[in-house]
């Protein structure tokens, strides 16, 4: 088969298209943007005021598990949970770390509202659960003591 | 490119149970190194996880996580053999995606 100028123009166009189709698929939208201010924000308070909340409350339909006693404090595993109806964002935050927020998640209909991860902490501190429900800002807290750091220096 | 994730996607009725391990060294921006110069931030921020393109789970990563992050959580609605894929991005743009089939 010999190829003309006609027919190389034609499949290139087709291929470019296609290629810019793949990269234009919205695989980056997320439902919450990450925020410079949330991730720098020191204390739970100014956390909540970072993410547009203006007061939270104490509750204790909200579960945090995390070791009493972390040797390295550059690996805690917290797990979260919460039995509060209509659970769509949770929050694990470190106190006393430079930047209280750790990591957060947006839980859709259908997935269970717990979550494990492994967080760092500089030092002996309360770590927070936080959670959004039906618009309400709620938390749980737990202290965790750190023998040894787990952000250097 | 990073390394790849382990995802292990395990069925119990119609819950599943997802865990995942990420590759990634999770530099906080805060360490020094021998001479005493700040090693750059370097970590995940964004994290995506789909079940047949649904998305089950989205997550925001500040550099407290610690390295190699490890994730697992439950969500309902799907069977062995779904795809469950997990989607990574970090502050340098740097993105992953693996998949797996749940068992």
């Known amino acids: ?153 | 490119m990073g390394d790849p994730s382990r995802i292990r996607a395990v069925a119990t009725g119609d819950e599943v149970e997802v865990k995942i391990l990420m590759k990634h060294i999770m530099e906080t921006g805060q360490r020094k190194d021998a001479a005493g110069k700040v090693i750059p931030a370097h970590f995940i921020k964004t994290v995506e996880v789909k079940c047949n393109d649904k998305v089950v789970l989205s997550g925001l990563f500040g550099p407290a996580v610690s390295k190699d992050p490890f994730l697992s959580f439950k969500f309902k609605g799907a069977k062995a053999g779904d795809k469950v894929s997990v989607m990574w991005r970090d502050d340098t743009g740097d993105t992953r995606t693996d998949e797996v089939s749940v068992a």
């Not at chain 1, 618009?135 to 749980?140: D, P, Q, R």
């Open chain 1, 1 to 153: 088969m010999t190829l003309n100028r006609r027919d190389i123009l034609r499949i290139t166009s087709v291929l470019s298209l296609a290629f810019a189709a793949g990269i234009l698929k919205p695989s980056d939208v997320f439902a919450a943007e990450w925020s410079a201010d949330v991730f720098s924000a020191k204390g739970l308070d100014a956390a909540v005021k970072a993410l547009g909340g203006s007061s939270f409350a104490v509750s204790k339909d909200i579960s945090i598990d995390a070791p009493d006693i972390a040797e390295n404090g550059a690996v805690v595993p917290v797990s979260i949970s919460s039995a509060v109806p209509n659970t769509e964002y949770m929050a694990i935050l470190v106190e006393k770390n430079p930047a209280a927020m750790a990591a957060s998640f947006d839980i859709p209909a259908g997935t269970e509202s717990a979550v494990t991860t492994r967080v760092k902490m500089g030092m002996t501190s309360q770590i927070h659960a936080l959670i959004k429900a039906d618009g309400k800002w709620l938390v749980a807290s737990k202290e965790t003591k750190v023998t040894l750091g787990g952000c250097g220096g």
